[in-house]
């Protein structure tokens, strides 16, 4: 039997009719099913535009804009309103920039918009279906469907116009310049190589090795480009370069880098870093030669960065590719990835103090060719604890030695744990 809706009084005046007052009814329904919803729409939007998908930061902004939007959608639909009245949410309008200054196409964020609007007209219908009279079923999905095209018209002709403002600043900067010129050399094309040699005043017929550079989430937006800078400087005088690097904004919270240079003192850049007032984290790359070794560069280190964001600070404020390109390379899947450590580990892939324990020893052990005295030195343990803790640990994997295909398996999952931690665990109380 159809439950009907007793209409509220949340539409704007008297003179709305029962189509109207049951399309806010709708949006009602819409608001107790809105975190749901948005969830729902985020994951939606990043699997069908991967362009969206780009790092943490991005998927941050991602959420905050699809949030900001479901809200204003859901009010604007419950409470009526001037359709001239309609503005864009500030989240909205940043996420549209941070687009533009990464160069991702506006056809990709108009689509995403284009999805959202699909999905909450199809949500709000059901609900209408569900409880509106026949009397006034189309009634009230005409006034649905006609207010809810008026706001994502609106929305889109706002963001477009943010978007391209920002592309239009950005490209004007120098910092854009360079972008531009950036982004032609890693597109692979027939890039004139001496018109961009001269734009970004760097030679490409030489080693280099790449880095992204991030700050902390504490440093403010205006206080980001001079900690940049003063990075740039530490960090080039540590690698033993007197050219200076060149630097290419990504956006107003991340750049690229490149030395002309073709060894790196991993152990000495860390130690600056760890040691310094730098608020940055760094994700750099191993060496390449000549214009493909520019763009396989920043290759490895936009795939370090991944395990960067995973690890969170507990894998420190340097990640290098040289030392996780295996766990780097597998991590472009993650939700595989997570399965195979899930699988592979058992019970000891669970995020909690004793599960850590074990594996760290565990790693360690196997990394030491299975010898206790070894493992218990650079542990500074007993060799008894060591034999108990990892007689722990393989029967936490239900596995054993005996199986050597099976122990290649766990040092690769171990390893990957190491770097990437509880992105790929399960959590305790999730286990109990």
């Not at 978007?163 to 360079?178: A, C, H, K, M, N």
């Not at 190589?193 to 080693?207: F, Q, T, V």
């Not at 880098?257 to 073709?262: A, E, K, R």
Request: proline share 2%; hydrophobic share 45%; charged share 25%.
């Amino acid at each position: 039997m159809r439950e009907e809706w007793t209409l509220g009084s949340s539409m704007a005046g008297d003179d709305f009719d029962h189509g109207s007052a049951y399309a806010s009814s709708a949006a009602q329904q819409m608001r107790a099913r809105r975190e749901q919803f948005i969830a729902e729409l985020v994951s939606v939007t990043r699997a069908e535009i991967r362009s969206l998908d780009d790092d943490s930061r991005m998927v941050e902004l991602l959420h905050a804009s699809i949030t900001e939007n479901v809200i204003a959608a859901i009010h604007f639909l419950e409470y009526g309103g001037d359709e001239a009245d309609v503005e864009a949410p500030s989240a909205a309008l940043a996420y549209a920039r941070a687009m533009a200054q990464r160069d991702v196409a506006l056809s990709a964020l108009i689509r995403a918009y284009r999805i959202g609007h699909g999905r909450f007209v199809d949500q709000a219908m059901a609900l209408l279906a569900a409880h509106t009279p026949a009397d006034d079923a189309l009634p009230a999905a005409r006034q649905l469907v006609h207010r809810a095209a008026a706001w994502i018209d609106r929305i889109c002709d706002q963001v477009g116009v943010a978007y391209e403002q920002e592309r239009d600043r950005w490209v004007g900067s120098r910092s854009g310049l360079r972008q531009h010129w950036v982004n032609e050399l890693l597109a692979g094309g027939a890039a004139d190589i001496a018109k961009a040699e001269d734009a970004l005043d760097y030679r490409l017929d030489r080693s280099h090795v790449a880095a992204v550079m991030w700050p902390d989430n504490v440093v403010a937006t205006r206080d980001v480009g001079d900690v940049f800078d003063r990075a740039r400087s530490a960090l080039g005088r540590v690698l033993g370069t007197s050219e200076t690097a060149l630097m290419v904004p990504t956006d107003e919270r991340e750049v690229r880098l490149w030395w002309p240079i073709d060894t790196i003192d991993v152990a000495t850049v860390r130690s600056v870093l760890e040691h310094s007032d730098l608020a940055v984290r760094v994700a750099m790359s191993g060496c390449g030669h000549g214009v493909e070794g520019f763009r396989r560069s920043l290759s490895e280190a936009e795939r370090a960065k991944v395990v960067a964001l995973s690890g969170g600070s507990a894998v420190g404020r340097l990640v290098c590719y040289d030392d996780v390109a295996p766990v780097a390379l597998m991590a472009t899947n993650m939700p595989d990835l997570r399965m195979f450590v899930q699988r592979t580990l058992g019970a000891l892939a669970v995020d909690d103090e004793r599960s850590g324990l074990l594996r760290n020893t565990l790693r360690e052990f196997l990394a030491r060719n299975r010898s206790f005295a070894g493992t218990a030195s650079a542990m500074f343990l007993h060799r008894n604890t060591i034999q108990y803790r990892v007689a722990q640990a393989m029967e936490a994997c239900s596995a054993s030695f005996d199986e050597p295909d099976v122990v290649v398996n766990i040092q690769i999952a171990l390893t990957a744990c190491r770097w990437m931690g509880p992105s790929l665990l399960s959590s305790s109380a999730a286990t109990r």
